[in-house]
Each structure stands twice: as C-alpha cells, then as structure tokens.
C-alpha cells in the first residue's frame, strides 16, 4: 500500500489546515433575511448573512438531498426522519455515536476554516471513522467542530464518483432569533438544544468565504478535491496528543549531551482544566480527547482515505502536501535561536495565500490565558456584549497572528500585502464564472480601474460587512496597511489619468 503524505485537514478539519476566505457576500447587517422576512439581530456575522443569501431550513436542505449525493453524510441528513438536537445525535446518525465506532483528534492551533479562533482555550475537534484502506463509502465520514460560530464541518466518501463531497451544517439554538452571547457559543451550551439545522452543499457555498474548493481542489478546476493536513509527521506540533520532546529524541542529530532541552507542550491541559476530568467538548468526552493520539491518528486516517481513492479509481490522482516540517523547525530553533525551514516555509505558503504553522506550540496570549482559566464564567460575563468569535479571536497572541500571516508585517510591500491577503482565492486558475475571477492578485502589475477601485472599496468597509476584503475571519488589514495598498494601487492603475483608480 502506498503511504501518501496527507494533504491539507479539511476547510473543515485540519490541525493546521488551509484557510477559505474568498467571494463576494450580498447585503448590509442587519437586512432582512432572504426569503423569510425575519429582520436579523444587530451584529449578525456575515457568514450568516451569506448563508441566508444562498437558503435556510428544510427548502435548502432538500435542494441538497435531491442532487441524489452517495455518501454517508447524505445519506444521513437527508432521511426525513432524522432528528439532530446536538452533535452527540449528529455522532449518532452518522453511526459514530460510540466510541468504538470512531476515532478523534483535536488540535490547538489551525489554518482552516475557523483558523483565527482555534486556540488551547478554544480547540478544534474531529471525529471520523476508525476503518482502515480501503474504507467502505458508505461508513466514511467525518466531523469538524469549533465553538464559536454555529457551524459544522462534514465530510463524505461519494460512492459513485469516488470523490469527497464537503458540507456545512448550519444550527440553530434558542438565542439565534434573538442574540447568542459568548456564554451561549464558548461553552458547552452551544453543542446542545439544537432548534433547527440547514444543509449545505461544498457547491452551494461556492464564492464565498466559505468556499471549501479554494483549499480543497488545490490542482484547479475539474481535478479531484482533497483532505488537507499541513502537519502530518511527529513531532505533531499543534496537536492535542503533545506534550513536549526531548531535543535529541526530535534531531536526526544529536546537539547537546543526551537527551538535549525539552521543548514544551501542554496538550490539552486548558481544555481538561476549563471543562473538568468529566467535561465534555465538542460533544465528546474531554478524557477520550485528552488520551486520544491525535496527530499520528487522523495522518494516518487521510493516508487511508487517499489510499482508498488511489485504489479506486481509474484516473490518475494527483497528490502533493504543502507540508511543515516541525521537527526541522524545532532543531534550528534551539541549535540556533532561529530557523531558516521554518521562514522558508513562512515565504513560500504566503505566496500562494496561505498562513504558515506557527513554528512553537503556544500560540495563546499569555494574559488571556491566565484570565480564562482562572474564571471563564466570570470572563465571559464581562464581554457579555462582545461578538463571541471576535473574543476566541483575542485568545491567541498577536505576535503570532502577524508570525502566521493573519496579519501583514510592518516591513510587507504594499504589492506582497495585496498579494497575501487575496490570491489564495484570486488567482489565474479561478473559474471564469465565478465573481472572484475578475480580479488576479497574480497579476499586479497593471490593475484595471475598475478592479483597483473595487479593491479600495472592500478593503475599507467596516469589520461587520459582508463584503469586506479579506475576510474578517481569515485576516486583517490594519489602517496603515490600507494606506499602503491604496498608494500601490495608485502606482499600478493600468489608467494613467489622475483619479482613474480612486473615483
């Protein structure tokens, strides 16, 4: 059997998987919501805003089921007899209810979907199928969860085509209708007393900042999709399961007298002291996370995966990794206090728009951490007003959302902060049909007006809007970032009349 180094976790999984962060979105906060009328509460996010563009409730779910899709989410979700108040019934029905029925894995630090509010004090979890190559279609799922939004990530096998189709499920709890709190999203309320679920399709999300293709058919259009894992060799750095290496037991070389320095982790000790020996989260038992070795095991679950499809399928499968080398990174830094892997790997992943793994395992801010932990009902009561992403947001520390590339350096160029911020999902290889496509950040040589004044426009709007550019949970401009853009679009508009690119 072929052993395939995994790809990037899903939008949806990844202990350090890839970013979405694309498209156009429709319509101020606070519209109404498409097709029900309902005035939405103050503050809603524009991933909701997006959604409700796009359907909501049984009507879209429908349009899902009756696409006829043969995986094991579907085949699930789309029984009318379902009934999900919570992710243990969503483990349930997608026969992963019991522990011996499914692997999990969590990681504390990510570069998916809820990348920038993953964090010890905020992990991502997954629960897939424990099954081995070839792994039957009609078994294979898995699940991705991160408290904080309303949100799950799903996985298929397609048993007819042989290819992953990626969903969103989208829930509602009691405070939807009115204002959910960070209490209601960052504990262990938001995993329970579901009222209603909406179903989307990897399709259905296309241009926007959802989009699951910007990562997930990483070879372009009309080639397969992926899994997508950026770190997929021990030392697993930002998993769950590590708790610190000796030096020599990392280094192919041995630098110091056996065994060498330690170099740190804490695992999921936040997560264990937040939610208790007993605890649950993400649905699941904090115990089984806890002692679950996640990194090797969900590896070796996407090295299955490919396998299975490889073994399949008749057409040529192509696979790369945009891989980290964590133990590289490690050996530089305590041989030498820094690591040219590591900001070889930092140049190379931005290029093509994607953050970098941060290159140590604590990525939180060291005062939150302490005040979290020390009281986080009492925390949370007092930013009882605040947007409970924008919070987990706060947890991790800034020099590290700058490191990774969730904010630009002080030293970027206006043209690499335009290229960084945009041309994961604007590039030359988009599809013509899509929105996006009318802008490639591989190309800013010469930018058309139309495109240059498009740019000032969505890179400027309030950090609520839709339409914001990039996307307020994949990056961040700061003002004089803004002002750096500007002044290179001014440079680079194709139109050399005064004001061409500003009106």
Not at 359 to 375: G, K, Q, S, W
Not at 461 to 475: D, F
Request: charged content about 25%; some cysteine; overall charge negative.
């Amino acid at each position: 059997m072929v052993r395939a180094s995994p790809f990037l976790a899903l939008a949806l999984i990844a202990g350090v998987a890839c970013l979405t962060a694309c498209g156009p979105a429709t319509g101020p906060a606070g519209a109404a919501a498409p097709g029900d009328g309902t005035a939405r509460p103050e503050g809603t996010r524009p991933e909701a805003i997006w959604l409700d563009a796009i359907g909501t409730g049984n009507s879209q779910t429908q349009r899902v089921c009756a696409r006829g899709a043969q995986d094991r989410i579907a085949t699930a979700l789309c029984d009318p007899s379902v009934s999900i108040r919570g992710l243990a019934d969503l483990y349930r029905v997608l026969d992963l209810g019991a522990p011996e029925r499914r692997f999990v894995a969590t990681t504390n630090h990510s570069l998916g979907l809820s990348a920038r509010f993953v964090s010890a004090l905020n992990p991502r979890s997954f629960a897939f199928v424990p099954e081995r190559a070839p792994i039957p279609p009609q078994r294979f799922a898995v699940v991705g969860f991160t408290r904080g939004e309303q949100l799950v990530e799903l996985v298929g096998l397609d048993a007819k085509t042989l290819d992953y189709n990626f969903y969103l499920l989208r829930f509602e709890q009691t405070c939807t209708k009115t204002r959910c709190t960070p209490a209601d999203l960052l504990t262990e309320r938001i995993e329970r007393d579901w009222t209603a679920f909406t179903l989307y399709a990897d399709r259905d999300v296309t241009d926007t900042a959802l989009d699951c293709m910007s990562c997930h058919q990483p070879f372009g259009p009309g080639t397969r999709k992926q899994l997508v894992m950026r770190q997929t060799a021990s030392p697993w750095l930002h998993w769950g399961d590590f708790r610190g290496r000796y030096v020599n037991r990392i280094c192919q070389e041995q630098v110091e007298p056996d065994p060498g320095p330690w170099i740190p982790g804490d695992g999921l000790e936040a997560l264990l002291a937040l939610e208790g020996e007993s605890g649950h989260h993400a649905g699941l038992p904090v115990r089984e996370l806890v002692d679950a070795p996640s990194g090797e095991r969900f590896s070796l679950f996407l090295t299955d995966a490919e396998n299975t499809i490889r073994g399949t399928v008749n057409t040529p499968y192509p696979y790369a990794q945009l891989d980290f080398d964590a133990a590289n990174v490690l050996c530089e830094l305590s041989a030498k206090g820094t690591s040219p892997t590591w900001d070889g790997a930092r140049k190379d992943s931005l290029a093509r728009g994607l953050p970098v793994p941060y290159y140590a395992h604590d990525i939180l801010n060291p005062a939150l951490r302490a005040e979290v932990l020390a009281d986080r009902p009492g925390f949370l009561a007092r930013h009882e007003g605040e947007d409970a992403i924008d919070l987990a947001m706060t947890f991790i520390d800034p020099k590290v959302e700058e490191a990774v590339g969730f904010v630009p350096r002080s030293s970027d160029s206006g043209a690499t902060i335009l290229r960084q911020a945009c041309v994961r999902c604007h590039a030359a290889n988009v599809e013509r049909h899509l929105k996006r496509a009318g802008f490639d950040a591989e190309k800013l040589d010469a930018i058309e007006p139309t495109v240059a004044r498009a740019i000032r426009a969505r890179i400027s709007l309030p950090h609520t809007s839709p339409k914001l550019m990039p996307p307020a949970r994949s990056g961040s401009l700061p003002p004089w970032a803004i002002s750096r853009i500007e002044a290179y679009l001014r440079e680079h508009c194709s139109d050399p009349r005064p004001g061409a690119c500003e009106g």
